[in-house]
């Protein structure tokens, strides 16, 4: 038998695979896809993820063995492993990110290895290092981490492995599995209870112990033993609940023979209801617009539906995911994070019940574990196995086997695309991957598309249908323009309320209707400035005026999360008179708090949200009636569902549609359509108020007349003239370091790098619009790649510019973060 070796992913930042040899006892057990422990370095262990098995040894270099096997069947499968590569060439980053990022905390193990002593030193001679080590063993520090931390320097694995071969210590490999079935106790009938006349005749045994007796006649009732359709066993607390039952008294049962007790695996994940409920008939346009996707998928793999807000796109995607099902396939469902509440998980769990598997990052990590086992059980046993994913972006990487569609809502949300860390993906465009990896179809859903798809679905890339009534029949609500400038020239205002919206949110409330209020901006005020000497407080390690909180009566960076106590007096000028400046939603609640007394208001934003159920409790409340006036951030925008909510405020578009990006007006766009598409949905016409003291810029106009083909020909003019998206593909590069003269150099010698390539064209080195985060500088280039060019090519190029800069002297520790697809 030739000599087995193993390729390995280590949960590293490194490029490459590792071999490690498979020692004879293990070659039936290691596979691709399972997990091993493998010794990296000097002395760290790792679970890394075996990619492939070959007889093939690499040469010139020293092998080392597996130390142990994880796995029992293989956790990650050969299609995830292709898409590992796909996403680590696209997203320029490397297959230890892409492990990292792919699979729940609960799979990524930690080695903890414990030491133990088995002789004494006496017939050796030991080093100094091995006798320190020795005696610290004794002292009984036995995890090999601590033994690292406690001696420092003095620590050294030649001279443990020293130890080892001596055999005076021994290492027991414990890895710890943090993930562990959840188990339950259940009860049911003793096997020898067999009818009625035994069970009878038992209880007739026990009648002196009448709490026994008692408790047996109840679990019979609750299962209702002998009869047609009966269960056979029971959860120990569902038998208990609402009785005064203990353990003891059970207890008594098991050991007369009567009942028996035992645990049981169950799932960790709440069961909410799971009752069948058929699916709405669509109505006679979602119908229509069905069977143009249909016709679509005969011809494209990915199709866009273009569809205005409450016009009951979910009600389509249900319908697909129904048909997709039923062909024996999975169905994977993507929408922004926010917006997985228990409005949608009802609606899928109504019609699909227990074949619904709900995946996002505000699982625990036992949770997610689970979703992906189940999520692979599939293949083996679809009886117990998850059909339909609803998830947030990171739902793309579960091990589907066999995929038939994949639906994403909202696909303009930004949120779809990690920032940070490495890999920065998309998660919108890796289900085009995945749709096209699987064979599977792909609908992406939007009222405000992305530029991108829409500019795919022109060019015939993607199909396109439209779907432009909503349910109810309702018009789009009106949108009505408040010049604010005006409005405090001429003393106007209510605080910070146009006239127009304070008579709105007057009448609204005297209707007994709802109210939104739109601000970008949390805490109390953006910032707070001295009315003696005009310094306003920054971040001591970014480049960012300080938030004010007031409930907390704290400053803080919204960037790296420093915080202190507001002072009492300038730090410059030693005045007393600090003045809040701007609105944060903390403010604005106040002020409205005070506009209109009688109003129960809420407010949802991060600092709200940040207890588990916060936010579904805030959009309960809104539901059941109980908050007149929410007022809140981009939190309130994310396909929320409310019936009566008739007035929406935008209290400042300023700040949107002035921010120096170019896809500010994009978002601004899409944010406004998407906040006044809350208003009017079912019973009324909506009325949207938007504030500005431009009420003449010509996005404004835009806004107003609703018309998104409108929007989308003239940004498209000056995407197309400027070298941006859709008609250029970009690349952007942070470079970072503590020293700005470091990170000057560094982007510099970069940016000279890529300049090599003349078919790019590469803007920068610039300083980004906040400079310095966590007492790091940065400095960005941005490259616009023409679409006719090889990508994979220019790709590599610009990892090579980078890995040239990186071996430069005194550049090493630089950190560049490559983002492709910048959003
Ligand atoms: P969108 O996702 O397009 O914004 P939704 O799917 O949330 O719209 O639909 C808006 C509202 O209309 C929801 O309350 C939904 O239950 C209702 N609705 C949409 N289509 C139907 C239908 N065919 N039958 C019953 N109710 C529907
Ligand atoms: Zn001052
Ligand atoms: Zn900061």
Not at 114 to 129: A, M
Not at 283 to 305: D, F, G, P, W
Not at 316 to 345: M, R
Request: aromatic share 8%; charged share 25%.
């Amino acid at each position: 038998m030739p000599q087995l070796f193993a390729q390995v992913i280590l949960p590293l930042s490194l490029h490459d695979a590792y071999t490690y040899r498979i020692p004879p006892s293990m070659e039936q057990d290691v596979a691709p896809g399972k997990r091993v422990i493998v010794q990296f370095g000097q002395r760290k262990f790792y679970a890394a993820l075996v990619s492939s098995v070959s007889t093939e040894k690499p040469e010139d270099i020293e092998v080392k063995e597996i130390q142990q096997v994880l796995d029992e069947h293989p956790v990650v499968l050969p299609k995830n492993f292709e898409m590992w590569h796909w996403i680590a060439k696209y997203y320029c980053c490397t297959l230890g990110d892409v492990f990292r990022a792919a699979l729940p905390t609960g799979l990524k193990l930690e080695s903890k290895s414990k030491i133990f002593l088995t002789g004494s030193e006496e017939e050796f001679l030991l080093t100094d290092v091995e006798q320190g080590l020795m005696l610290e063993i004794e002292k009984g520090t036995n995890v090999l981490a601590e033994l690292e931390r406690k001696l420092k320097d003095r620590f050294s694995y030649p001279a443990l492995k020293a130890l080892m071969q001596k055999e005076l210590v021994y290492v027991e490999e414990k890895v710890h599995e943090k993930y562990r079935p959840k188990t339950e106790a259940f009860v049911k009938l003793h096997p020898d209870i067999t009818s009625e006349e035994v069970l009878n005749k038992k209880a007739g045994e026990i009648k002196r112990a009448k709490k026994q007796e008692a408790l047996l006649w109840h679990f019979c009732s609750a299962i209702n033993a002998f009869e047609k359709g009966a269960l056979s066993e029971i959860a120990r607390k569902d038998l208990f609940e609402g009785t005064n039952f203990t353990t003891s008294i059970l207890k008594g049962l098991v050991d007369k023979e009567v009942l028996i007790q035992y645990q049981k695996q169950v799932s960790r994940i709440e069961g909410e209801k799971t009752g069948q409920v058929s699916m709405n008939l669509l109505n006679k346009y979602q119908a229509k617009a069905l069977e143009e996707i249909r016709e679509s998928y005969e011809s494209k793999q990915v199709t866009l539906i273009h569809g205005i807000t409450a016009s009951g796109k979910t009600e389509i995607y249900i319908h697909l995911i129904d048909e997709a099902i039923k062909t024996g396939k999975q169905a994977l469902y993507l929408v922004p994070e926010i917006a997985l509440t228990t409005q949608i998980v009802q609606r899928l769990k109504n019609v699909f019940g227990h074949k619904v598997g709900i995946y996002h990052s505000r699982l625990n990590s036992s949770e997610r574990v689970e979703i992906w086992e189940k999520t692979l059980l599939f293949q083996g046993k679809p009886g117990e196995g998850y059909q339909v994913i609803l998830g947030a972006r990171s739902a793309v990487f579960l091990p589907f086997c066999n995929l038939g569609l994949i639906v994403v809502d909202e696909e303009h949300e930004n949120s779809f695309k990690q920032f940070d860390p490495a890999p920065r993906y998309n998660a919108r465009d890796m289900a085009v991957v995945l749709g096209f990896q699987h064979h599977a179809k792909v609908l992406l859903g939007s009222a405000t598309p992305s530029y991108e798809s829409y500019h795919n679905a022109l060019t015939g890339k993607y199909g396109l249908v439209n779907l432009t009534r909503r349910h109810s029949e309702m018009e789009l609500p009106e949108i009505l323009v408040a010049d604010v400038k005006r409005a405090y020239k001429r003393k106007e205002m209510h605080s910070i309320l146009s006239p127009q919206l304070y008579n709105l949110v007057e009448d609204a409330l005297e209707k007994k209707e709802q109210v939104i209020l739109f601000q970008n901006r949390r805490g109390y005020s953006p910032f707070v400035e001295c009315f003696t000497c005009g310094h306003i407080p920054k971040c001591t390690r970014c480049d960012v005026s300080l938030t004010y909180h007031k409930y907390k009566k704290r400053l803080s960076c919204h960037y790296c999360g420093y915080s202190y106590l507001l002072p009492d007096r300038c730090d410059e000028c030693g005045s007393p008179e600090l003045k809040t400046r701007g609105f944060g939603t903390e403010k604005i609640e106040d002020e409205i708090k005070q506009l209109f007394r009688n109003a129960r208001i809420d407010r949802m934003d991060l600092d709200s949200t940040k207890t588990k159920n916060a936010f579904e409790k805030i959009v309960r409340n809104l539901e059941d009636g109980k908050t007149d006036i929410l007022i809140g951030t981009q939190m309130v925008t994310k396909g929320l569902d409310f019936e009566h909510v008739s007035v929406v405020g935008i209290l400042n578009a300023d700040n949107l549609i002035n921010f120096p990006d170019f896809r500010a007006h994009e978002r601004a766009y899409q944010l406004i359509s998407q906040v006044a598409g809350r208003a009017g949905r079912k019973h009324r016409r909506g009325t949207v108020v938007i504030q500005t003291s431009q009420p003449d810029h010509p996005l404004i106009q835009l806004i107003q007349e609703q018309d998104y083909q409108k929007v989308l020909k003239q940004q498209f003019e000056e995407r197309q003239l400027f070298k941006y998206p859709p008609f250029f593909r970009l690349v952007k590069i942070v470079v970072k370091h503590k020293n700005i003269d470091t990170v000057d150099r560094a982007a510099q010698e970069l940016a000279n790098g890529l300049r090599k390539n003349k078919e790019l064209v590469i803007l920068g080195p610039e300083f980004p619009l906040i400079s310095r985060i966590q007492l790091w500088h940065h400095k960005e280039i941005w490259i616009k790649i023409d679409r006719r060019l090889h990508l994979d090519q220019v790709k590599e190029g610009i990892m090579a510019a980078v890995k040239k800069v990186r071996s430069m002297p005194s550049l090493s520790n630089c950190i560049f973060n490559i983002d492709a697809d910048p959003m």
